[in-house]
């Protein structure tokens, strides 16, 4: 595999939400606005980044048989690291996201690229898998939350992460006529159901032509 | 009283699941069989009520006097992922069977956001410890609740006709849509 | 045996390490995180002391629970940020601020957050005629509770007679 896949592949075919349901807890629960979607898509990015090239590079140090625990504290520390530097820089993003940042740590990306990925490749690799994956995932998250954001409050708005007064955009569409339902727990499980049949629509239409082209 | 209402908030009204969405991987993942989510559900309330009251303690008596709180992440997550190592072997001693219907389900209770989450809400909410363990078995009853009558239905969703491209996890994640639509309408109970 | 030694160090020293970084982590965003605490308080104490500098004392309150913060208003006196369990339960504190001059007279009182309170008779503690009883009185004269919102008004002057303890202690 070259070095363009490797990055490739967590943005769309291995995409960690929409294909492999990696991380559903903290993607259905901060997909409330496009700003907090945002926020945490970047923090999950520098976590992934910063664990998988430290596991990677402590990778031939490591025991195998406590490859795990270890793994948890390194991810916990840079988790906690986030977490504080956020509260001081970000602070109104901080409290939005609230619980959810400490969450990280039992995000199953992040162990999961840990285990799988970083542990047996090489500090490039695994740099562009951590990249591909994090981004993969704050495409996804964007995703979710333009379509809660956008039925829930009838609006598009997204403010400067590091400045919550600063609006880098703002829409009001449809107010009247916005379902507030979807920005509560119940429309976030709607709009990810939904989400992930069309994905399984457009599959099975490609398995099906594929079929045709070979009958042919 | 306080501690009824408490326990019926967080069973019911803000159940973990549905409202804040903790612990959706094992709900998608071991909720197939009614009887394998029970399991679950016990094995995730022991850890969840045992690690209350332990990082409850650790954070009160060791963390806060000699001012290191910032050292609490790495010591709860740590807390439980030695109490699911004990679970598991507990549980290949004991009963080999739910040992191995459970699978791969059972070291992920580490990285279950239920536990992790309930201890640090407790921080938060500041409570004091019978209110950290009310509220550890609560959520912890409210989960298993939850994977229950998920698991039930989704059985009945195996036979039910569904549009190809819904089955299996969208159908899934559209019911638990609906589940957590019927729980809001007790909102204003507590 | 060895290796299960060499295991535990190994664990040891990750565990230890990553103590490390975030002690030094925290030494930085700590300040900063103090400060945007304060701008943030700032708003509501600039109300008690338009013009006053403001820092946050480091005191020991645990004899104290209702203190929550305690501020300096530099040269002019001490504001305390107290938290009360009021009508409305553990849940939803009172928060108010109250300010000592140097001379130990009430200089201002400032509710932040009474929404636990029924509204109509626990409200009134964030009302100007209550107000009115404390600001200007010294440290000892009584403070008149309520009519009809006898618990939220009294645990609001029990936060006070606290906040008056603190100082007689600390700063007279």
């Known amino acids: ?216 | 009283m306080e501690l009824v209402s408490l326990f019926i908030g967080l069973t019911f009204v803000n159940n973990v699941v549905l409202s804040k969405f903790y612990a959706v991987c094992p709900l998608l993942g071991v909720s197939k069989k009614p009887k394998n989510a029970l399991n679950m559900g016990y094995a995730v309330t022991f850890v969840i009520v045992i690690a209350s009251i332990v990082t409850h303690i650790l954070y009160h008596f060791v963390l806060v006097p000699l001012e290191i709180t910032y050292l609490d992440l790495i010591t709860f997550i740590l807390v439980i992922a030695s109490l699911v190592q004990f679970v598991e072997m507990f549980l290949k001693k004991t009963s080999p069977e739910i040992y191995k219907s459970m699978g791969v389900y059972l070291p992920l209770i580490t990285t279950n956001c239920a536990v992790l989450g309930v201890a640090l809400d407790n921080i938060s909410a500041n409570y004091n410890l019978i209110e950290a363990t009310v509220a550890g078995l609560a959520v912890s009853v409210g989960f298993t609740i939850v994977i229950y009558l998920f698991a039930t239905i989704r059985e009945r969703l195996e036979i039910a006709n569904v549009p190809e491209s819904f089955k299996g996890t969208p159908i899934a994640l559209i019911t638990a849509g609906i589940m957590a639509c019927a729980l809001a309408g007790i909102a204003g109970l507590v | 045996m060895k290796k299960m030694i060499t295991l535990a160090l190994f664990l040891a020293v990750v565990a230890g390490l990553s103590g490390a970084a975030l002690s030094l982590v925290y030494s930085v965003t700590d300040p900063i995180i103090q400060e945007a605490a304060i701008a943030s308080e700032k708003e509501n104490l600039v109300k008690i002391y338009p013009s006053a500098e403001f820092k946050l004392l480091e005191t020991d309150t645990s004899e104290f629970p209702t203190i929550q913060n305690v501020y300096e208003a530099v040269g002019s006196g001490y504001v305390y940020k107290c938290s009360v369990v009021g009508y409305g339960g553990a849940s939803t504190p009172i928060v108010y601020l109250i300010a000592l001059d140097n001379d130990g007279t009430y200089k201002g009182f400032e509710v932040l957050d009474c929404s636990g309170e029924t509204s109509g008779f626990g409200s009134k503690v964030a009302e100007q005629p209550f107000k009115d009883g404390i600001v200007g009185k010294n440290i000892g004269d009584s403070v008149d509770t309520i009519t009809g919102a006898t618990i939220s008004s009294a645990a609001v002057t029990n936060g006070i007679e606290e906040a008056s303890a603190h100082y007689e202690q600390n700063f007279k």
Not at chain 1, 47 to 58: A, C, G, K, P, T
């Open chain 1, 1 to 216: 595999m070259n070095k363009f896949d490797t990055f490739k592949k967590g943005l769309f075919i291995e995409n960690p939400i929409f294909v492999l349901l990696l991380g559903l807890c903290s993607a259905l629960a901060i997909t409330t606005s496009l700003t907090n979607a945002l926020g945490m898509g970047m923090a999950v990015i520098c976590v992934l980044i910063m664990s998988n090239v430290i596991i990677s590079l402590l990778r031939k140090i490591i025991p195998n048989e406590i490859r795990i625990p270890v793994f948890i504290v390194i991810i916990a520390t840079l988790v906690k690291c986030v977490q504080m530097l956020m509260n001081a820089f970000t602070p109104a993003l901080y409290e939005s996201l609230g619980v959810f940042i400490p969450l990280i740590v039992v995000n199953c990306i992040i162990l999961g690229r840990a285990e799988s990925f970083a542990s047996k490749n090489g500090v490039v690799d695994s740099l562009l898998d951590a990249l591909g994956m994090g981004l993969g995932y704050t495409f996804a998250v964007l995703v979710i939350s333009f379509f809660r954001e956008l039925i829930g409050t009838g609006g598009l708005s997204l403010f400067n992460p590091f400045d919550a007064s600063q609006v880098i955009f703002q829409v009001q569409l449809f107010g009247d006529y916005s379902v507030s339902l979807f920005t509560q727990p119940a429309g976030a499980f709607i709009t990810l159901g939904c989400i992930l049949a069309f994905i399984q629509c457009l599959k099975i239409r490609k398995e099906r032509k594929a079929k045709k082209v070979e009958e042919k």
